[in-house]
């Protein structure tokens, strides 16, 4: 082949034999009386820069066009030929051959993108096979935990990516990268960008390659999700162990424990308020119709989470939240008044929030909302029976007004929930650990936040002697 009269030889960018193969998948009615298309798959080595996807070509091999729907990017480079003489009914206009063939072209892209996985699942097996000869892979043989293996899949795959470092680099730096890229993965995905570049001097085409790669890989968003998950048990686990455990729910101060473990996971009263965030505007307002006893969400954070009583204590006070969410051009507002552990749920704290409700919704600064409010304590006194029963709404839900829904919820009821959204996920990650692992996984995280735990006295210590 020559180019502006110049021979062009790529046999030395081409890794191993050609490969041919007939498209037999595709029905004979999609051939419209032609042969069966041949794919040739061409294998390129590292030194091809880049290489095209799947190209229409004629029965001759003489390449056409490169389809849009190409093969997804990978770790290794192959491009896919489709020799076929049905490309010539379109005559000059090879879009609409596309168009007129797309059992033939998804075919292809099928068997190349099959082709594109095999050979990276070959690479991948070769280099974690050297890196285990020389004790440097990560991670152990058997792997039980659903999440260490996705994090292992998503190692192997990037590893192929960064071989060519890896292949130049001693074996004391080779340990070094593999860590380094186990710490990328397990710590933040999108910073493997910055650690390839740095640690492994990846040109800008390979970390292009890299970012196409994990675009459309799910596997570094299933690691993501799969660990928030699980921290998302944990911290139920943790919750209902601090507030319903004896030993610890006395010395659980709400202040500066248990109200910034709620502030930032406000999930717990559903998933739509997840993304939102503190209203500055919002908390103004409330501070107008609640009393000093109260101590606002944004009042703590701007306070580092603590609330000095005038003889300069910090003292024992409800908490309120607020989150603001924009939905469809209209602001759907949440506040939830958290009760101290100890605190039964009585006629006055429903009485407070309904008071809350009212001067909220009617307040002109507030502007018009829908209005979410959430009384949450550990548990409710009798009295209450009739306002969290009702027949024509589910238990909890005491008024629905035209501006304003209030609920009363229990933590053990408001826990059982969450946990019952996220059970198909804990079957799907066969999440098993006690409680007693979740809340060391909490503490571990968030030590400043819970109290501590009380230290088993000895046989006989309380013994006179």
């Not at 007129?100 to 070769?126: D, I, M, Y």
């Not at 570049?197 to 085409?205: D, M, P």
């Not at 548990?379 to 909890?396: A, F, K, P």
Request: charged share 30%; net charge negative.
């Amino acid at each position: 082949m020559r180019v502006d009269g110049e021979k062009v030889d790529p046999t030395p960018l081409i890794e191993g034999e050609p490969i041919e193969a007939e498209l037999d998948e595709v029905a004979a009615e999609e051939l419209h009386g032609h042969k069966t298309p041949v794919l040739v798959v061409v294998d390129w080595s590292d030194a091809m820069k880049s290489a095209p996807g799947v190209l229409l070509c004629n029965e001759a091999g003489m390449a056409l066009v490169e389809v849009e729907k190409s093969a997804p990017p990978g770790a290794v480079k192959s491009s896919g030929y489709v020799r076929w003489s049905g490309w010539s009914e379109s005559g000059s206009d090879l879009l609409l051959a596309q168009m007129q063939h797309p059992a033939v072209v998804e075919a292809a892209v099928s068997r190349l993108a099959n082709h594109v996985a095999q050979r990276t699942g070959a690479l991948a097996a070769t280099i974690v096979a050297t890196l285990k000869e020389e004790k440097a892979y990560p991670y152990p043989d058997q792997i039980s935990d659903p999440i260490q293996e996705t994090e292992r899949q998503l190692f192997d795959v990037v590893a192929v990516t960064a071989r060519g470092p890896l292949r130049q680099s001693s074996r004391q730096q080779r340990k070094m990268t593999v860590r380094l890229l186990q710490l990328a993965i397990q710590e933040r995905p999108e910073s493997l960008d910055v650690i390839l570049t740095e640690a492994l001097s990846l040109s800008r085409a390979e970390q292009e390659e890299l970012a196409d790669l994990l675009r459309f890989s799910s596997l570094g968003a299933i690691v993501g999700a799969a660990a928030e998950v699980v921290r998302r048990l944990e911290l139920l686990a943790a919750l209902r162990h601090l507030i319903y455990s004896p030993d610890v729910s006395d010395e659980m101060r709400e202040v500066d424990q248990l109200h910034p473990l709620v502030r930032d996971n406000v999930w717990l009263f559903g998933e739509e308020w997840r993304l939102s965030a503190s209203e500055v505007g919002l908390t103004n307002v409330l501070r107008t119709v609640m009393p000093d006893n109260v101590a606002l969400e944004g009042d703590l954070v701007r306070e580092g989470s603590k609330v000095l009583l005038p003889d300069g204590k910090q003292g024992r006070v409800d908490l309120v939240l607020q989150r603001t969410v924009m939905r469809d051009h209209e602001q759907d507002r949440l506040v939830v008044e958290l009760k101290r552990p100890s605190k039964r749920l009585g006629e006055p704290e429903l009485a407070q929030v309904k008071k809350y409700a009212h001067a909220l919704t009617e307040h002109p600064g507030a502007g018009p909302s829908r209005w979410t409010f959430w009384l949450v304590g550990s548990d409710t006194q009798d009295v209450l029976d009739g306002d969290l029963n009702q027949l024509d709404r589910e238990w909890g839900h005491v008024t629905q007004a035209s501006k304003y829904d209030v609920r009363v919820t229990t933590w053990g009821r408001l826990l059982d929930q969450a946990e019952r959204r996220f059970n198909f996920y804990r079957q799907q990650l066969a999440y098993s650990a006690t409680q007693e692992e979740a809340v060391g996984r909490v503490r571990g995280r968030h030590e400043e936040l819970l109290p501590a735990e009380p230290v088993e006295k000895a046989p006989g210590s309380d013994s006179k002697p």
